[in-house]
């Protein structure tokens, strides 16, 4: 039985479980956050350069399997369902966590990383099962609430996280685990498929690898510009995690607790945007002009966050910054509706190759960026010259936007 034939409860019931699926996954994600880089200290020794080499190796493959194998999950959900393909990741990431909570060596930890970064992947099969049932109309808000299940969890998980972290430092990974399995046993139960037979699609593995999925993009002009806009605002993105923490400490002077509260208002400004404002403003406006809103106002926002000269004025950019959201939201409703249902799957999981490209560039870039601006290295001392360089991607972002969807 497919979702399309059940009840509308049964139907609200499978979007809520998808939804909780995306949270647990970003909650587990952040609760290893604070714990995962002294798990790798102990294994080195304490020795902390050599601890910060392989901590930017795992997280560099952690992104290279995301990138890999997202496709693969899209394509198999259009082929066997999305059902499988969701509850073998939920099983599939709760066993990887229990691995790496008894991960006797760094390269066990090494292992519990790449299959984490494979079973996470789950997130393009998400994404197609909200494009299967919910209507067009109605996929910029969905979408939109995925993103509360984001931020959400990246605001819960480091403290929960840190929290556990501080009993012992493994025990987030138990815990982590327990959600993910209990996440599939309940979904074994509740969760319908959203995809019906005869709108499955064959398995190509040629269109199933990274390459192959790209092409998709390819297929339509409108698609290909806004696969160009995924890029640079998953690449602007990755200014966040990268660089913030050190930018606050270096150019306010913030400790732990400021900058931990700033994190806070950045995750409930973005929140209440995705689960709030998106569905009025695309009700209202449309989806081009959300797109066209949220990229404007992401600009503005790491402007605003770059030239900032006081800690205050940095507060007040982040409103501004959380209104960037409305591009994302609109990027995949825009998307979603230029492929047919058999290719939503493979669709997402192009999407998340363009993140794991994203994730794999962002990071060294930036840091670059940062480090550059520091030493002075272009003739002129700008702290704030990362987050430029974000604006700069989302002003570029906004041109190919706007011209990709000129015809509608």
Same mark, same amino acid.
């Given at each position: ?9 049964? #139907? ?6 998808? @939804?909780?699926? /995306? ?11 604070? =714990? ?6 102990? *294994? ?17 493959? !952690? ?11 899209? +394509? ?43 079973? +996470? ?18 996929? %910029? ?12 969890? @990246? ?7 840190? *929290?556990?972290? +501080? ?37 190509? !593995? ?38 913030? =923490? ?26 209440? =945007? ?7 403003? /695309?009700? #209202? ?13 992401? &600009?503005?926002?790491? %402007?605003? @966050? ?13 409103? &501004?910054? %959380? ?14 509706? #230029? ?5 939503? $799957? ?24 940062? +480090?550059?601006?520091?030493? $002075?290295?272009?003739? &002129? ?5 990362? @987050? ?21």
């Amino acid at each position: 039985m497919t979702v399309q034939q059940i009840s509308a409860p049964r #139907r609200q019931a499978a979007f809520i479980f998808i @939804f909780v699926t /995306v949270l647990l996954d970003m909650l587990a994600l952040g609760m290893i956050i604070p =714990v995962l880089p002294q798990l790798v200290l102990q *294994f080195v020794g304490g020795d902390h350069a050599r601890a910060a080499e392989i901590y930017g190796i795992f997280a560099t493959v !952690w992104a290279l399997m995301q990138f890999l194998f997202s496709p693969v999950q899209g +394509a198999l959900s259009d082929r066997f369902g999305r059902r499988p393909v969701v509850l073998a990741s939920n099983f599939g990431l709760g066993l990887d966590y229990v691995l790496m909570a008894l991960a006797p060596s760094l390269a066990w930890l090494f292992v519990g990383r790449v299959l984490s970064g494979i079973t +996470a992947a789950s997130v393009a099969t998400a994404n197609a099962y909200i494009a299967d049932v919910t209507p067009a109309e109605k996929r %910029a808000a969905a979408f939109g609430m995925m993103g509360v299940a984001f931020g959400t969890g @990246f605001i819960l998980g480091p403290a929960l996280g840190g *929290f556990l972290g +501080a009993i012992d430092v493994r025990l987030p990974f138990w815990v982590a685990a327990g959600f993910s399995l209990a996440n599939g046993l309940y979904g074994l139960i509740i969760l319908p498929e959203s995809l019906s037979p005869e709108k499955r699609a064959p398995l190509a !593995w040629r269109k199933a690898n990274p390459v192959g999925s790209l092409t998709l993009l390819r297929s339509h002009r409108e698609l290909f510009g806004l696969g160009a806009v995924s890029l640079l605002n998953s690449f602007a993105h990755a200014v966040l995690p990268t660089v913030t =923490v050190l930018y606050l400490t270096f150019r306010y002077g913030w400790d732990e607790r400021m900058i931990g509260i700033a994190m806070a208002v950045i995750g409930l400004c973005s929140v209440i =945007v995705q689960g709030g404002l998106i569905k009025h403003v /695309v009700g #209202r406006f449309g989806e081009r002009a959300a797109l066209v809103a949220g990229l404007m106002f992401g &600009v503005a926002g790491f %402007a605003m @966050f770059g030239l900032a000269p006081t800690g205050a004025w940095f507060l007040a950019g982040i409103p &501004v910054m %959380a209104l960037w959201g409305l591009a994302g939201a609109a990027i995949l409703a825009l998307m979603s509706r #230029r492929v047919s249902a058999s290719e939503q $799957g493979r669709l997402q999981g192009a999407n998340a190759s363009l993140m794991g490209i994203a994730n794999m560039l962002g990071p060294p870039v930036f840091t670059v960026i940062y +480090a550059g601006a520091l030493k $002075g290295n272009w003739g &002129v001392s700008q702290p704030g010259a990362a @987050f430029l360089l974000a604006a700069g991607c989302l002003a570029v972002a906004l041109v190919v936007g706007v011209r990709a969807t000129s015809g509608k």
